[in-house]
């Protein structure tokens, strides 16, 4: 759970600050089990986030930078 959402933030924050999604970002996002476009927006993990963020509108833009 947690170090995986770790994981997805990292990369995509990674990504936002070189202006572009690297060939390394890629692979590494690649590599992952899940990716941001099997989120279903249910809300469900923006109502258990401490800081209210707007999870499945950060996935909806992580799907659309990494390609899926």
Known sequence: GGERKRRY???YDKAVKAG???PELQ???NALKKHASDCVECGSCTEKCPK???IPARMKAAA???GK
Request: no cysteine.
């Open 20 to 22: 572009k999604v690297t």
């Open 9 to 11: 933030r990292e990369l």
């Open 27 to 29: 692979k590494e996002y």
């Open 52 to 54: 209210g963020i707007d």
């Open 64 to 66: 659309k930078l990494f």
